[in-house]
């Protein structure tokens, strides 16, 4: 697990190689990640966008930005969390994956980003 902290948003994942989704013969390969964003600051936040930055070990980077997190806009108030799992496809064994959310403060309405920790994203047989 890779942690980060930001303004008191504590942002962690973890990642998990998906073999029944994945066809390395056909350089597919797709993993999880499970990001858990924990509210430690005294403001109450609302998470409004997200900006990816994915990397093959082909050298393909590829950008995704949008709205909220898997069809949320959270709301955190102090001492809260929000969790959730989402995928990503590789066209190699390995990559990583880094980027930020865009946050709002509710009580005057600052924005701010807060890092997503760089995760690697490796195939089991590729650690030997």
Same mark, same amino acid.
């Given at each position: 697990m890779v942690t980060e902290i930001t303004q008191g948003i504590k942002v962690s994942v973890e990642t998990e190689y998906?073999?029944?989704y994945s066809s390395p013969i056909q350089h597919h390969y797709v993993f999880t990640y499970r990001i858990a964003i924990e509210n430690q600051s005294e403001h109450t936040i609302q998470l409004r966008s997200r900006h990816w930055k994915i990397h093959d070990s082909n050298g393909q980077t590829r950008e995704v930005e949008?709205?909220? !997190?898997?069809?949320? /806009? @959270? !709301? $955190?108030e102090p001492g809260q969390s929000h969790k959730y799992v989402s995928?990503?496809? $590789?066209?190699?064994? %390995?990559? +990583? &994956?880094?980027?930020r959310?865009? &946050?709002?403060? /509710?009580?005057?309405? +600052? /924005?701010?980003?807060?890092?997503? @920790?760089?995760?690697? &994203? %490796?195939? @089991?047989?590729?650690?030997?």
């Open positions: 998906q073999p029944d949008g709205d909220g !997190v898997v069809g949320q /806009q @959270p !709301v $955190l995928g990503c496809n $590789l066209k190699t064994g %390995i990559g +990583k &994956m880094l980027g959310y865009a &946050m709002e403060r /509710q009580l005057d309405g +600052k /924005q701010f980003d807060v890092a997503i @920790p760089e995760f690697n &994203m %490796i195939v @089991p047989f590729r650690m030997n």
